[in-house]
Each structure stands twice: as structure tokens, then as C-alpha cells.
């Protein structure tokens, strides 16, 4: 990993077209300003660990019986809205 | 037709898709970012369940569903920039699904609200997102619930 110092206001540079700014430093947070371009997705890693984490448990479903998980909702009374 | 085009499913067997039924994900999606295309699947018998599965032999399938069927109140805010990721589609052109994972009894089956899959269905482009207020939500919300039994809003 690549370990760099910077200061309040401070910024790095990644490629051509990411740039990440020191905007705030308190006593046991930072805030960071990113401008990175619109096909680049941005993510708190804890967030995206999770949701891979989900999606991985997600892919691994017993796909056989979702039939029974259909009228299982019926059964419960919900109906389709409309979005 | 290309291997692109060629999509596996155990119940389905061997699809030859058209173009506009193939969704891209450019990121591939989180934890199986190296997949790109998917395409819906569905069984009449299985609805409101969809299957998300991916194009080009890989075995791979997400369970999908409207999150709305699962709790009707839900208002996820989806940011300007994921919206224009897929190329800004309008209000009708937006599909917006949940990721599903099947648990045995099927009654704790969990649903994943905080980050939904978005599709413009004019373009096919489509992304999975965290919505922002993410901390109104969970990953996890039960399949079955009080709310959903009663189906109040």
C-alpha cells in the first residue's frame, strides 16, 4: 500500500481524472472530498463489503423452491403495486 | 450469435437472448464485478420472484424482487450520479429490483433494501446502488414481515 502524509486541504492526484482532497480533520474523523468521473463508482468500503458479503449469500439461494416463497406472499396477503 | 448472447439456467437451459434483453452492468456487480451482462428470467408459478442471471455460462443468478412488494413504504433515494450512470432513464424507464437470499424455512428469507438494483430498461444499462438513506433501511429486511402481512403503507 502506498502511504502518503498530507495536510488539511492537501490533495492526491490517482490517474488523469481522480483527485481526493483532505477537507476536514477532526479528532477522530477526516472528511474527504473525491472527484473522480461519472462511470467511476465511489463506495465507503465497509458499505461495499457489505452489500458483496449479501450478494454472495444472494447467489448461493436454493433457487428450487421459490414457488413456495411466491405463494407464501400471497398467502400473506400482499398484492402487487404498481411503481 | 456470440457466446454474449448464450445464457444458462438450470430450470430455463439454454437461452439465445436478443440484444435488448441483455442488461449490462458495467461494474459487474459487487463481489462478482468481472460479469457484465445479465438478463430476466421469469416463471409465472415464481411471481413476483425474478431471476437476474448471468449471461454467457456462468452459472451465476441472483433472486429478484420489487422492493415495493416486500415493504410498500419503502423511498429509497438514489443519487443524481447512479442515475446518470445508466444514462439518467425517466421515471417509466426505471426498474428497480432487490436481491433476495433464499433461506431455509423460506418464511426467513432476507431481502436486500439498501442496495437495489436500478435498469434503464430503454438502454439496458444498469447498476447496483446504495441508496443514501441507507441508514433507514437494512440488508437484511425479513421477507415476511408484520408490515408486508398487512400490507399497510
Known amino acids: ?83 | 450469435m456470440t457466446p454474449n448472447g448464450l445464457a444458462v439456467n438450470q430450470e430455463y437451459g439454454i437461452l439465445n437472448l436478443r440484444a435488448d434483453q441483455i442488461y449490462s452492468f458495467s461494474e459487474g456487480i459487487p463481489g462478482f464485478e468481472k460479469i457484465k451482462q445479465y438478463c430476466l428470467l421469469y416463471k409465472e408459478e415464481e411471481m413476483p420472484f425474478l431471476h437476474l442471471s448471468a449471461v454467457g455460462g456462468f452459472n451465476l443468478e441472483f433472486i429478484v424482487v420489487s422492493p415495493w412488494m416486500v415493504l410498500p413504504s419503502y423511498k429509497p433515494e438514489i443519487s443524481d450520479e447512479d442515475i446518470a450512470f445508466i444514462g439518467a432513464p425517466s421515471k417509466n424507464d426505471l426498474i428497480v429490483l432487490a436481491m433476495v437470499v433464499i433461506s431455509e424455512p423460506l418464511g426467513a428469507s432476507t431481502v436486500n433494501m439498501v442496495a437495489p438494483v436500478i435498469i434503464n430498461s430503454k438502454t439496458g444499462s444498469a447498476k447496483q446502488v446504495v441508496i443514501r438513506n441507507l441508514k433507514e433501511y437494512t440488508s437484511q429486511q425479513p421477507i415476511i414481515t408484520e408490515n408486508s402481512q398487512t400490507g399497510t403503507t
Open chain 1, 1 to 83: 500500500m502506498l502511504v502518503l502524509t498530507r495536510r488539511l486541504e492537501e490533495g492526491i492526484k490517482i490517474g488523469v481524472d481522480i483527485e481526493i482532497k483532505i477537507l476536514e480533520i477532526r479528532k477522530n474523523a477526516v472528511r474527504i472530498g473525491i472527484v473522480a468521473p461519472k462511470d467511476v463508482s465511489v463506495h465507503r468500503s465497509e458499505v461495499y463489503e457489505i452489500i458483496q458479503k449479501e450478494n454472495v449469500l444472494a447467489s448461493k439461494s436454493d433457487v428450487q423452491n421459490i414457488h413456495h416463497l411466491g405463494s407464501l406472499f400471497k398467502k400473506k396477503g400482499i398484492k402487487a403495486k404498481k411503481d
